[in-house]
């Protein structure tokens, strides 16, 4: 059974770099069928789809978000990590990690941290 | 972007009443729609994919229907158990959208 677990700071002040790992156990991030993404829900509302990398290292970004992102992966850990820049109020949210399927269904997620901007 | 508006935003029933709840894609997606169970305070799960397709481990309760841009969740014969906030999601062209929730009460 596969589990994904989220980890970092729950408190990033505004303009700063809000920075999450996930680690992944009971499967090989470096399996071919699967990619890897992150999700967002803002208190009290609905989901966003950020941003998802497959284990060699391509990305995919959601090209509305307002804050620069990075996705990186790091096999030897089986972990993978989100960079979100320059954040603000507006990027409070519930982060989740999830393993998409290869047709991009997401059928694990992580149980979600939360992660405040403030000052 | 693909744009998913679901409808309605909120629904109460009865265990004896069926839940149906749509959602509309902006442009046609296919098959590419997918529906998500969140509970207070969990992940969300997956019920359906690809608008019809089931997964293992959901009861047949749930179902899907639809194509193109006009889908369909259904819960026959609902439980407490199903009180939950119900979203689709579009995989047919990045970036991948989700529609806003339906939340649904047992009543």
């Known amino acids: 059974q596969v589990q994904l677990q989220e980890s970092g700071p729950g408190l990033v002040k505004p303009s700063e770099t809000l920075s999450l790992t996930c680690s992944v156990s009971?499967?090989?991030?470096?399996?071919?069928?699967?990619?890897w993404g992150w999700i967002r829900q803002p208190p009290g509302k609905g989901l966003e789809w950020i941003g998802s990398i497959y284990y060699s290292g391509s990305t995919y970004y959601n090209p509305s978000l307002k804050s620069p992102v990075t996705i990186s992966v790091d096999t030897s850990k089986n972990q993978f990590s989100l960079k979100l820049s320059s954040v603000t109020a507006a990027d409070t949210a519930v982060y989740y990690c999830a393993r998409h399927s290869s047709t991009w269904t997401i059928d694990y997620w992580g149980q979600g941290a939360l992660v405040t901007v403030s000052s | 972007e693909i744009v998913l508006t679901q409808s309605p935003d909120f629904q109460s029933v009865t265990p004896k009443e069926k839940v149906t709840i749509t959602c509309r894609a902006s442009q046609s997606i296919g098959g590419s729609l997918h529906w998500y169970q969140q509970k207070p305070d969990q992940s969300p799960k997956l019920l359906i994919k690809?608008?019809?397709q089931s997964i293992s481990g959901v009861p047949s309760k749930f179902s899907g229907s639809g194509s193109g841009t006009d889908f369909t969740l259904t819960i026959n014969s609902p439980e407490t158990e199903d009180a939950a906030t119900y979203y689709c999601h579009q995989t047919s062209t990045l970036p991948w959208t989700f529609g806003q929730g339906t939340k649904v009460e047992i009543k």
């Open positions: 690809f608008a019809s």
């Open positions: 009971g499967g090989s991030i470096s399996s071919t069928d699967y990619y």
